[in-house]
C-alpha cells in the first residue's frame, strides 16, 4: 500500500469516527430534550369554557384593576404601601392572619400559611410577586398572578387544619429589575428563611397568566423549544428547569385531570431565555424543587413590561379557568399525598 492509499484509508476511517461520534451526540441531545420536555397526560383539546364559579372571572378583574391602577415598585412608595395594605385586607376578609417579612422596607413579602393536621407536615409553597417593571402598571405582569393567589388562598381556607400538607402563600416584594437574582429580591428573602429545604415538598410561581390569542403565529419561544410547543398562544405552561422536572411532571399530570383550557410543560437547562425568569430561581438555589405557571410573558405579550399593559388586555374568563384547574391541581395533589 503506497503513501495515498494509507493516507485514504486514514482519513475514511476519521471521517466515519467523527459521523459516529456526530450522531451520537445529536440522539444524545434529542433524546435529553425530549426527556425533559416530556409530561404525563394530555392537554385540553375541547370547544372553549366558561368556569364553573360564574363570578370568579368578575372578582378575578376586580383584583387586576385595583393592583393595576399604576406602576408599583420602590420608585413609588405610597404604591407599594396602597398595595400591601389592599392584599393584608383582601386576606384578612377570607379568615387569615397575614404575616409581613421584611424585605425593602416598605416593600415587604405578605405571607399566610394553611396549617396541616399535622405540625411537621411537609410544605408546599406559592407566591406571585406584585411588583411592576418601571412604569408598567403590570395587568398581566403580574397583578394577573397576584389575583389568581388572593383567589386560591380564598377557595383553600376550608382545608385549615385538615391537609396532610402545609400550604404556605407568599405575595413578593422586588421581583423586578433591579432587584431581580438579588437578596433585595422578595422570593431570595423567603427561599433563605426556610430552615429546612427537605421539609418543601416544592414551590409554584404564579407569574403572568392573563393574555391569550388564537391566532397562528401568536406564540414564540426561544430555541430549541419552538420545536416542541404550538404556535397559538391559547394555553398555560408549566415551566422549570430540570433540577424541577419530577415536582413539575406531578403537577401538570394533576392539572390536567380536571382543566378545561389547553396546558403545555416541560422542563429545560436554566441557560434556555426565559427558563428561571420568576420567583422560582431563588429556591432552585436552595435546592427546592420550583417553576412558574406562566402565559409565557416575553415570549406572547406583546405589552410585556411597557406601559400598555392594562387589564384591558387580559382574558379573565380563561384566567378563571386557569385558577379553577390550579385548585382543582392543588386540592387532587393533597389528596393524593394523603393517600401515601
Given at each position: 500500500m503506497n503513501f495515498v492509499e494509507h493516507s485514504e484509508r486514514r482519513g475514511g476511517v476519521a471521517r466515519r469516527v467523527f459521523l459516529l461520534v456526530g450522531f451520537g451526540i445529536v440522539t444524545a441531545l434529542v433524546v435529553g430534550f425530549l426527556w425533559a420536555t416530556a409530561t404525563p397526560g394530555?392537554?385540553?383539546?375541547?370547544?372553549a369554557r366558561q368556569p364553573s364559579d360564574s363570578a370568579l372571572a368578575s372578582r378575578l378583574e376586580t383584583h387586576v384593576r385595583t393592583l393595576a391602577a399604576g406602576p408599583r415598585n420602590l420608585q413609588r412608595l405610597a404604591s407599594v404601601q396602597h398595595t400591601i395594605g389592599y392584599l393584608t385586607t383582601e386576606l384578612r376578609s377570607y379568615g387569615y392572619d397575614p404575616e409581613l417579612q421584611e424585605v425593602v422596607?416598605?416593600?415587604?413579602?405578605?405571607?399566610v400559611r394553611i396549617p396541616a393536621a399535622q405540625p411537621d407536615a411537609p410544605i408546599l409553597i406559592i407566591g406571585a410577586h406584585y411588583d411592576t417593571a418601571g412604569s408598567s402598571?403590570?395587568?398581566?405582569?403580574?397583578?394577573?398572578g397576584v389575583a389568581a393567589l388572593l383567589e386560591?388562598?380564598?377557595?383553600?381556607?376550608?382545608?385549615?387544619g385538615t391537609s396532610p400538607i402545609e400550604l404556605e402563600l407568599v405575595f413578593y416584594a422586588n421581583e423586578e429589575p433591579p432587584h431581580f437574582k438579588t437578596n433585595a429580591m422578595g422570593s431570595h428573602v423567603h427561599a433563605h428563611s426556610v430552615e429546612e429545604p427537605d421539609d418543601v415538598l416544592g414551590m409554584i410561581s404564579i407569574?403572568?397568566?392573563?393574555?391569550?390569542?388564537?391566532?397562528?403565529g401568536s406564540q414564540h419561544y426561544p430555541f430549541p423549544l419552538s420545536l416542541r410547543y404550538p404556535s397559538k398562544g391559547n394555553f398555560i405552561a408549566f415551566v422549570g428547569d430540570t433540577?424541577?422536572?419530577?415536582?413539575?411532571?406531578?403537577?401538570?399530570?394533576?392539572?390536567?385531570?380536571?382543566a378545561r383550557i389547553?396546558?403545555?410543560?416541560?422542563?429545560?437547562p436554566a441557560i434556555i431565555q426565559g427558563i428561571d425568569w420568576s420567583d422560582h430561581w431563588a429556591y432552585s438555589q436552595r435546592g427546592i424543587p420550583a417553576f412558574m405557571i406562566t402565559d409565557t410573558a416575553i415570549f406572547r405579550n406583546p405589552h410585556y413590561h411597557r406601559p400598555t399593559d392594562t387589564a384591558e388586555k387580559l382574558d379573565f374568563g380563561r384566567m378563571a379557568l386557569v385558577v379553577e384547574g390550579l385548585e382543582a391541581m392543588l386540592r387532587s395533589g393533597l389528596a393524593k399525598q394523603s393517600s401515601n
Open positions: 394530555s392537554s385540553y383539546e375541547g370547544p422596607s416598605p416593600a415587604d413579602n405578605v405571607i402598571p403590570g395587568a398581566d405582569d403580574n397583578a394577573s386560591l388562598a380564598r377557595a383553600l381556607k376550608a382545608n385549615s407569574e403572568a397568566i392573563g393574555y391569550y390569542s388564537e391566532n397562528s433540577s424541577s422536572r419530577d415536582f413539575l411532571r406531578r403537577m401538570v399530570g394533576s392539572f390536567r385531570e380536571n389547553p396546558s403545555v410543560g416541560g422542563t429545560a
